[in-house]
T-cell receptor, first 114, second 113 residues
């Protein structure tokens, strides 16, 4: 999974600030998925994107969270006005086109809201 | 609603002591069942994908099997380096989410020398 690059690895934000998490998929992968892992919880799907398109955001909180995957550059998960409950590990995964292919995960961004 | 339940939550084995981890699932049509390994502070590492009941896959000391209701991850003669959290996930046929996976909470495995 070293091919999926996430940065930063650790991010500390004060309540009310914005958090921006970046994900560069593996070379040749055009599908990106964001997951959130809360302490003592399993990984939870948030959003599925292809280049310039949000395909499924059914797992995204309705407010403050947004995601994009522009034609050029990494995918961005943006959290506005962070609260303590947003503290978690956020993982990005990528896969090539096609639904029966394995997704490879990045090392995650650990967000701490103080 | 799709559900994935893993048991036990935690398992402690002595080196060489074989055992199995269980993943029970409820899904309205299975596209695939996936096993991942996750080390502390790291992202999940892909191990296996199983697509149909009766299918088996092996990798070193690990063997994954699948029935219509559950999957087992068998660990034969484990070593301390097998210590990790093992995650099971399912992908539903009727999902609009491409490869989006529904994960269980994992089994934390500790293998002592």
């Amino acid at each position: 999974n070293a091919g999926v690059m996430q940065n930063p690895r650790h991010l500390v934000r004060r309540r009310g600030q914005e958090a921006r998490l970046r994900c560069s998929p593996m070379k040749g992968h055009s599908h990106v998925y964001w997951y959130r892992q809360l302490p003592e919880e399993g990984l939870k799907f948030m959003v599925y994107l292809q280049k310039e398109n949000i395909i499924d955001e059914s797992g995204m909180p309705k407010e403050r969270f947004s995601a994009e995957f522009p034609k050029e550059g990494p995918s961005i998960l943006r959290i506005q006005q962070v609260v303590r409950g947003d503290s978690a590990a956020y993982f990005c995964a990528s896969s090539p086109a096609g639904q029966n292919t394995e997704a490879f995960f990045g090392q995650g961004t650990r967000l701490t809201v103080v | 609603e799709d559900q994935v339940t893993q048991s036990p939550e935690a398992l402690r084995l002595q080196e060489g002591e074989s055992s199995s981890l269980n993943c029970s699932y409820t899904v309205s049509g299975l596209r695939g069942l996936f096993w991942y390994r996750q080390d502390p502070g790291k992202g999940p590492e892909f191990l296996f994908t199983l697509y149909s009941a009766g299918e088996e896959k092996e990798k070193e000391r690990l063997k994954a099997t699948l029935t219509k209701k559950e999957s087992f991850l068998h660990i034969t003669a484990p070593k301390p380096e097998d210590s990790a959290t093992y995650l099971c996930a399912v992908q539903a046929l009727n999902s609009n989410s491409g490869y989006a996976l529904n994960f269980g909470k994992g089994t934390s495995l500790l293998v002592t020398p």
